[in-house]
């Protein structure tokens, strides 16, 4: 049984899923899912300090159903996450979830850009 709004996937027996309540599905199609991945666009949701944080942002909007994706400046995929000097990340969303996207970011940071680990002293101190 599949959940037709996360896509995630459950053992026999279970009817909705217990993250977001979604009465379950035999099998996902693109008739019975939330998101069609062929027509998936992504824009962008907000820059955020470091690349580790924005994967922590993109996990918590696709853990609320939320198509999310990480773009980052670095050469490879591990140099952002392992330089301490990383300009940040871009966290994009499905176009198609923007406004849902911005409702729970704002539920859960407002307008902070270092959501989880907070502003860093010298950011404090141009903020005053």
């Known amino acids: 049984m599949f959940c037709p709004v996360c896509e995630s996937e459950y053992e026999a027996g279970v009817t909705s899923c217990p993250d977001d309540g979604s009465e379950l599905v035999e099998r996902l199609t693109p008739e019975n899912t939330l998101h069609d991945h062929s027509e998936a666009r992504f824009v962008p949701l907000h820059?955020?300090?470091?690349?580790?944080?924005?994967?922590?942002?993109?996990?918590?909007?696709?853990?609320?159903g939320v198509r999310a994706a990480v773009q980052s400046g670095g050469a490879d995929a591990f140099s952002p996450l392992l330089s301490s000097a990383s300009p940040g990340a871009l966290v994009l969303v499905d176009e198609r979830d923007l406004d849902r996207a911005r409702e729970l970011y704002d539920s859960f940071f407002g307008g902070d850009i270092t959501p989880l680990t907070g502003a860093t002293e010298e950011e404090e101190q141009n903020d005053e």
Request: glycine share 6%; hydrophobic share 45%.
């Open 47 to 64: 820059n955020i300090g470091s690349p580790a944080e924005a994967e922590m942002v993109a996990d918590i909007l696709q853990q609320n």
